[in-house]
Antibody, heavy 123, light 109 residues
Framework: QITLKESGPTLVKPTQTLTLTCTFS??????????VGWIRQPPGKALEWLAL???????RYSPSLKSRLSITKDTSKNQVVLTMTNMDPMDTATYYC???????????????WGQGTLVTVSS | SYVLTQPPSVSVAPGQTARITCGGN??????VHWYQQKPGQAPVLVVY???DRPSGISERFSGSNSGNTATLTISRVEAGDEADYYC????????????FGTGTKVTVL
């Protein structure tokens, strides 16, 4: 069974840096066409992809947020960490991590997802 | 960047068929995936690779993709299908971005 769980602060102040950890089990991030991605969803709004780290440590970021994001992995701990700098109230959202999966040579879809964690940005 | 457009809402009576569209420039050349999200829950993959179903997903869910429109079809709609639905693609033509659609709220009358 594959599971993912997000952890981190529920409240951050404007301008602070957010650090979220995704702890997963049931698969390995050390081989195969696999990755772990982060997706967020502001209250009442649509899903927005943020970042993804591949099994080979390649990393991709949303163009609109690239300057603020960093994604890393610790394969030995089965963890992926997302950091987002200069947080703003507009960044208030539920943040999800999900296994990225696909076939051939590309990660294409996300399955399964963690339960999500709500992060509120407020002073 | 690549944009996926969905209708904000679709209403359907129980037992009827719901069709949710996802529009994008030449989306038929990409692989489209669909997610169901019920209130307060994380999204669940219901269709991948345009028309494949993950294990455990009802055969009532099917997909198609051609030209500039992909479609998720829910047959014999049940009350439990009421949810938000999102399409998603991997845009390998532009920095390998992952793009989600705007989302469609399906209401079962």
């Amino acid at each position: 069974q594959i599971t993912l769980k997000e952890s981190g602060p529920t409240l951050v102040k404007p301008t602070q840096t957010l650090t979220l950890t995704c702890t997963f089990s049931g698969f390995s991030l050390s081989g195969g066409v696999v990755g772990v991605g982060w997706i967020r969803q502001p209250p009442g709004k649509a899903l927005e992809w943020l970042a993804l780290i591949y099994w080979d440590d390649d990393k991709r970021y949303s163009p609109s947020l690239k300057s603020r994001l960093s994604i890393t992995k610790d394969t030995s701990k089965n963890q992926v960490v997302l950091t987002m700098t200069n947080m703003d109230p507009m960044d208030t959202a539920t943040y999800y991590c999900a296994r990225g999966f696909g076939d051939l040579l590309s990660v294409s879809w996300f399955d399964p997802w963690g339960q999500g964690t709500l992060v509120t940005v407020s002073s | 960047s690549y944009v996926l457009t969905q209708p904000p809402s679709v209403s359907v009576a129980p037992g009827q068929t719901a069709r949710i569209t996802c529009g994008g420039n030449n989306i038929g050349s990409k692989s489209v995936h669909w997610y169901q999200q019920k209130p307060g829950q994380a999204p669940v993959l219901v269709v991948y690779h345009d028309s494949d179903r993950p294990s455990g997903i009802s055969e009532r869910f099917s997909g198609s993709n051609s030209g500039n429109t992909a479609t998720l079809t829910i047959s014999r709609v049940e009350a439990g299908d009421e949810a938000d639905y999102y399409c998603q693609v991997w845009d390998n033509s532009n920095d390998h971005n992952y793009v989600f659609g705007t989302g469609t709220k399906v209401t079962v009358l």
